[in-house]
């Protein structure tokens, strides 16, 4: 396992109903396939070295032997490779037929699970040939093709930096399923060899219970159906294989196809662990189950392979998946900075609110909050003071558009320009006006601050910040200027989706002029425009240049904070991610970058107005982010140096 992937599939071979020498051939065929495709651990359908639909057949000795017989066979001719397989098989265990997950490695039978929840209903009738595992204790042994195996439902599969557990088709729909209790018990992801019928509606039924069940134990789940071949005498099986990880669909297969499949994808086991780590809930349902019995089965030892990704890494992970679902994520986090400001404005029974208006993507994301808050509480637009502030840096395109933006939304408009102010106070301080450092270019940052600050005193007004997630991250915001507010409408917005965010309203919900600026906003370059613009008008400081891209940064942040990703891993990563778009270079800079940055710029984030929480990921020093502000970087810096 590399950067805490494990590479898993879930297969769905041909079959012939009681042909067991045919279709350990096709079990056979599959798991070579998936071993030279980097395959770790592989899971087919229930039953599928006899076919699940055998009826009666159960009960013949005939067909028991050879399905043992088969499994003699693909022990003998997968010795010599390293992938875990589970096959699905009928057992004899102590004069009672059990309905079985039998795990093979190298040779070897490393044990087996029998199901635990038999459906007797509607078109099943399994009580009729098989026994529940709870017929049997924990300590079970048999022999099976002359080894002993373990055999019980509680039994926890430990290999290279994962654990695993099984359960078979009804297991997962019962109320409590078994996966539940293995999950608790350290199992990372769960295997199911399944028959499931089709039904109407039951494929979707199907997919957010799977979805549910990895969700709700932090867990990877991997599923394999019955397909093609299977006796079609009432029912129809319609051959799904699906994988998931932590409610997310990472693999799915194509259903009711006639040929064979395999579905591969990598599960992150990393990320689950960090899931678990931060989870209070999952470690009290530990706690809670920990005098439950489980068997540690060990695996082979196996050789590391080159990991090959077969998943997508999300080169924006912050922005919601396009069409449709982007509409409504992009409704969904507009409401939330919303319903955030409206109620600190009816808890402050404040009725105006002052908002610095720059021309740039933060200042008008944050605008429109505020009028649509205004909209949505009754409010005349009015109320919302926007002030543009014009500087040494200010470019007309910025100005022109501030300007238009406040006009067409009909808000209250003021310009107080800080260039006097700022020469006075440079004077004051004996700061050189021409040296254009970061004295000069703080104290025009806090210059419009302070402006923000006492004008909202002078009406009784609240002002709004429009810092994003992202400058939080990065730090790059002038302490007490532009990090300070009364409500910061923005501090979980990182500055990908603020442009979304922005171009998402300017479609939807404004009128023809507004939209006209938004779009011309959001195709302006990021600035703090601080400095004096080139001979020809136009932005000369711009942050990417000095900071970097923010598309990595969101990236990295994410990675880092979401799932407590070390640097070569997000390294690894975002080389995936911005293929042909940043080099390995330009990756490796902006990682060592963002981490220095981000431990260096904590003291400001301890200070931090409060602002409405909007996704997984926020640095609020009084919720999901809690660092000392002198932590050490090193650790971080020097796993950089690695690279």
Request: glycine share 8%; with cysteine; net charge negative.
């Amino acid at each position: 396992m590399k950067y805490g992937f494990v590479k898993v599939a879930a297969a769905v071979p041909a079959v012939k109903v009681a042909d067991c020498l045919f279709n350990a051939e096709q079990t056979e065929k599959l798991i070579f396939r998936a071993d030279e495709q980097g395959v770790e651990v592989i899971v087919f359908p229930e039953l599928n070295l006899t076919g699940y639909s055998c009826g009666d057949l159960f009960g013949q000795n005939l067909l028991l032997e050879e399905a043992e017989m088969a499994l003699v066979q693909l022990l003998n001719n997968t010795r010599g490779i390293e992938i875990i397989s589970i096959i699905g098989m009928p057992l004899v265990v102590e004069g009672t037929l059990l309905n079985c997950a039998v795990v093979i490695q190298k040779g070897k039978i490393l044990g087996a699970v029998p199901k635990t929840y038999l459906p007797n209903y509607k078109e099943f009738y399994e009580q009729r040939w098989f026994a529940s595992a709870s017929t049997h204790g924990q300590d079970t042994v048999v022999r099976i093709c002359g080894q002993s195996v373990p055999v019980s439902r509680n039994l926890l599969f430990d290999m290279t930096g994962m654990c695993f557990g099984i359960e078979l088709c009804e297991d997962v729909w019962a109320t409590v399923p078994p996966s539940s209790l293995l999950t608790l018990k350290g199992a990372e992801v769960v295997f199911n060899m399944s028959a499931s019928t089709e039904n109407i509606g039951k494929h979707n039924y199907l997919c957010a219970l799977l979805s549910q069940q990895s969700a709700r134990c932090l867990s990877g789940y991997v599923y394999a159906s019955a397909g093609f071949g299977e006796s079609t005498t009432d029912v129809v099986y319609g051959g799904n294989a699906l994988i998931y990880e932590n409610g997310k669909l990472l693999a799915a297969s194509e259903r009711f196809s006639f040929e064979e499949q395999l579905v591969i994808s990598e599960i992150d086991v990393e990320h689950l662990r960090s899931e678990r780590l931060v989870n209070t809930t999952y470690a009290a349902g530990v706690r809670e189950y920990a005098a439950v019995p489980v068997k540690h089965v060990a695996t082979e030892l196996c050789s590391g392979k080159e990991l090959v990704l077969t998943r997508k890494v999300d080169a924006h992970p912050f922005v919601p998946a396009g069409g449709r679902l982007r509409d409504e994520r992009c409704e969904e986090i507009f409401s939330i900075q919303v319903a955030g400001l409206a109620k600190r404005l009816v808890h402050t029974s404040c009725k105006t609110v002052v908002v610095g208006i720059s021309g740039g993507l933060d200042s008008t994301l944050a605008l429109l909050v505020c009028v649509k808050t205004f909209d949505k509480l009754g409010l005349p637009r009015e109320g919302i003071v926007g002030i543009t502030m014009p500087g040494f840096g200010t470019t007309d395109r910025t100005y022109r558009n501030a300007l238009d933006l406040m006009t067409s939304l009909g808000v209250t408009q003021r310009e107080i320009s800080i260039k006097e102010a700022c020469i006075q106070h440079f004077k004051d301080i004996g700061q050189d006006p021409e040296k254009h450092d970061v004295t000069y270019e703080n104290g025009q940052a806090r210059e419009r601050t302070q402006i923000l600050m006492d004008y909202a005193n002078k009406i009784g007004a609240l002002v709004i910040g429009t810092g994003d997630l992202s400058e939080l991250a990065l730090g790059w915001a002038t302490y007490n200027g532009d990090h300070m507010s009364m409500y910061g409408v923005n501090a979980s917005i990182p500055k990908t989706l603020v442009r979304y965010l922005v171009t998402w309203v300017a479609e939807s919900g404004v009128d023809e002029q507004s939209r006209l600026t938004l779009l011309d906003i959001v195709d302006t370059p990021i600035s703090p425009e601080l400095i004096p613009a080139d001979e020809h008008g136009n932005i000369k400081q711009k942050t990417e240049d000095l900071v970097g891209p923010y598309e990595l940064h969101d990236f990295f942040l994410y990675h880092f904070l979401r799932y407590g990703s070390r640097p070569t891993k997000i390294y690894y990563l975002a080389r995936i991610a911005f293929e042909g778009v940043h080099d390995e270079e330009t990756i490796k800079k902006w990682l060592t970058t963002f981490f220095r940055r981000f431990f260096s710029q904590q003291f400001k984030r301890s200070c931090l107005p409060d602002g409405p929480k909007v996704g997984s990921v926020s640095l609020s020093p009084r919720g999901d982010w809690r660092m000392p502000s002198d932590a050490s970087v090193a650790l971080w810096l020097r796993e950089c140096d690695y690279l």
